[in-house]
């Protein structure tokens, strides 16, 4: 079996997570019986500097022919955040219906949590975020620019669709895990939007009994993500609130250099794209000492949903056996002094 991937190294350390990250997963592939096939496609912020676009012509067919996408990061210095973003991620995700953003913050032993108290294995959740529309649905515009009355509208959208399919999503999860799921909103003042997501929520739990369901608001989830990490299993969020919790979890659980995550489709003529959450960091980019865990972790997850678990297993054990080990190298952002090729060469070793 050979599995086809798109590689898009993207910006800054983008390019050095991806580059440590692609032979280890031929390593485990090798070690399973099946290969794995990359093509790479260096699109992203210098090809917007040069032709002005993020991504050619026909850059999204291109991509609808593999089977799954490795992304590092995108964002440069020089282009406005809003650009980048909706130059590249959101069209791959919205083409390709990748309505599930699911991102993971584990505590790992071996780990420092800034939490006073906490150790590793005591934070284990996922996030299911809405990924496809929400407060990042593209709605909106400016007029009279340069005026005093200048104006600015942004909407969000929420669908019936759009909403029940991540939130059934997030409940058949949580049936896997301990059986608890965390409804985010803030429907206390989004009175139409954020209250049909949770009367939707309150439809699906019938179907799920066996689920517990706590509902909350984002600004109080921010505060329980702090005081009381341990005690969430999945959370499900949308498109803004979810992106926002997943960073505050990335650093909870020791960085974001941990931080992997998933864009999933159910579509079988789609890919899913797999990514680091830790962004571009121009401010490493070329030292040499990105962590390339959370590349290495998001790789894991993509061989678990091409059918290939126990390549995943292995993956993911490498990780967990560095983290575990004290004389293992580590980035400066886990508390070491090593680089992405010293970490990357310890998990080659490891395999």
């Known amino acids: 079996m050979t599995y086809h991937i798109a590689h898009l190294p993207g910006d800054g350390i983008g390019v050095e997570v991806t580059e440590a990250t692609l032979p280890l997963v031929d390593r485990v592939a090798e070690k399973h019986g099946f290969a794995v096939e990359t093509t790479t496609h260096d699109w992203g912020s210098e090809h917007y500097l040069e032709h002005g676009s993020m991504m050619p012509d026909g850059a999204l067919d291109r991509l609808t022919d593999h089977d799954a996408i490795l992304l590092g990061a995108v964002g440069h210095p020089d282009i406005p955040d809003h650009i980048s973003l909706r130059g590249m ?34 934070i284990d959740f996922v996030v299911f975020r809405e990924n496809t529309e929400g407060e990042y649905s593209d709605i909106g515009g ?53 209250v049909l997501w949770d009367d939707i929520v309150e439809e699906v739990a019938e179907e799920f009994p066996g689920v517990e369901v706590e509902r909350l608001l984002v600004d109080a989830a921010s505060m329980d993500l702090v005081r009381r990490p341990d005690e969430f299993d999945v959370i499900v969020a949308s498109n803004l609130f979810g992106d926002i919790l997943t960073d505050l979890g990335a650093i909870v659980s020791g960085s974001m250099g941990l931080a992997s995550s998933a864009n999933v489709t159910h579509d079988e003529r789609y890919p899913s794209m797999y990514e680091p959450v830790h962004g571009s960091a121009p401010d490493i980019t070329g030292q040499g000492v990105a962590n390339p865990l959370a590349t290495v972790l998001s790789a894991s997850m993509m061989l678990a949903d091409l059918g290939e678990p126990e390549a995943a297993d292995t993956l993911h054990d490498a990780v967990a056996d560095q983290l575990a080990d004290p ?13 992405t090729e010293g970490v990357a060469a310890d998990l080659h070793e490891r395999l």
């Open 89 to 122: 991620m959101l069209p791959i995700r919205k083409t390709f219906d990748q309505f599930i953003c699911r991102r993971p913050s584990v505590l790992f032993p071996g780990v420092e949590s800034p939490l006073r108290g906490y150790e590793g294995g005591d």
């Open 142 to 194: 400016r007029e009279h620019r340069g005026h005093e009355h200048e104006l600015a509208v942004q909407s969000a959208v929420f669908t019936r669709h759009g909403t029940e399919r991540i939130v059934r999503a997030a409940f058949e999860a949580a049936t896997e895990r301990s059986g608890k799921l965390t409804n985010v909103t803030k429907s206390n003042a989004q009175a139409y939007g954020m």
């Open 327 to 339: 004389d293992a190298p580590r980035t400066p952002d886990l508390g070491g002094q090593s680089g």
